[in-house]
């Protein structure tokens, strides 16, 4: 059984930083892709950033610059930093994994809020 747990929202001014964690368990493979994506009161959720299968990492355009996505494959994790927060950031975060079979998994997601 895949589970995702994050970690590490909360409560920013804007200009500030904040980073995410993200433990995988359960997960035996290692071809696999594993991201962020944010959903925003009244929104759809979207995509954020991810490491590809190729390994390959891949940015939402409003967060490019912003934002570093990295992850430890030691110990299953992935972190998104994100820096130079802006009200528009404020969503809660859901951790993603896409296995070898194409199968979807989510976490719980985080909250981030920042103010202006």
């Known amino acids: 059984q895949v589970q995702l747990v994050e970690s590490g929202g909360g409560s920013v001014q804007a200009g500030g930083s904040l980073k995410l964690s993200c433990r995988a368990s359960?997960?035996?493979?290692?071809?696999?892709?594993m991201g962020w994506y944010r959903q925003a009161p009244g929104k759809q959720r979207e995509f954020v950033a991810n490491?590809?299968?190729?390994?390959?990492?891949n940015y939402k355009d409003s967060v490019k610059g912003r934002f570093t996505i990295s992850r430890d494959n030691a110990k299953n994790m992935v972190y998104l930093e994100m820096n130079s927060l802006t009200p528009e950031d404020t969503a809660i975060y859901y951790c993603?994994?896409?296995?070898?079979?194409?199968?979807?998994?989510w976490g719980q997601g985080t909250q981030v809020t920042v103010s202006s």
């Open positions: 993603n994994l896409i296995s070898r079979s194409g199968r979807d998994y």
């Open positions: 359960g997960i035996v493979e290692s071809d696999i892709s």
């Open positions: 490491f590809a299968r190729s390994g390959a990492q």
